[in-house]
């Protein structure tokens, strides 16, 4: 067998060294590709179809699920402690002065109880409904002054 004829059988033929060879550059670009995006809560795209709407669940420094001008600002995605691994948008609020929950029945009237915010993992606490788009300045129902929020806008 002479080169020609090798070169010709290797040039439509794809063999187990191109493919690991293609593997190992993908392996090793793909951090790259993922490094050069950059994200900022600013940036973040809604992650629900908005206020008091079924979500993905929350994980501290994820974008808000809707912009709302009350302090603390907006509303996030939290896990519901009732059903765990659903998370539901709702209305951010301070850690501090909250009240604790096992369950909804736990927290006052339109508050529900939610778990693993920025408050910590695990922490059950009552989080009050996102108020409605037009709600400004306003202050949440659970609202006892500042500090860190369950949101992870104030730290």
């Known amino acids: ?5 090798l070169e010709g059988r290797l040039a439509g033929a794809t063999t187990r060294r191109t493919i690991v060879t293609t593997g190992v550059k993908l392996a090793y670009t793909a951090p790259i590709v993922a490094a050069s995006f950059k994200l900022s809560h600013a940036s973040a795209a809604p992650i629900s179809g908005g206020g008091n709407q079924p979500c993905q669940t929350f994980v501290c420094g994820n974008g808000a699920c809707a912009e709302r ?10 896990e519901l402690t009732e059903k765990p691994g659903n998370g539901l948008c709702l209305g951010n609020f301070f850690c ?23 408050c910590g993992q695990g ?5 009050p409904a996102c108020p409605a ?5 306003s202050k949440s129902s659970v609202d006892r002054g500042s500090g860190p929020d369950a949101g992870g806008t104030q730290r």
């Open 69 to 78: 001008d009350t302090s603390p600002p907006n509303c996030f995605c939290f």
């Open 1 to 5: 067998m002479d080169g020609i004829d």
């Open 96 to 118: 501090s002065g909250t009240p604790t929950c096992d369950t909804s029945a736990d927290c006052p009237s339109g508050s529900t109880c939610v778990t693993n915010t920025c």
């Open 133 to 137: 788009p037009s709600a400004k300045s």
């Open 123 to 127: 922490v059950q606490l009552c989080a």
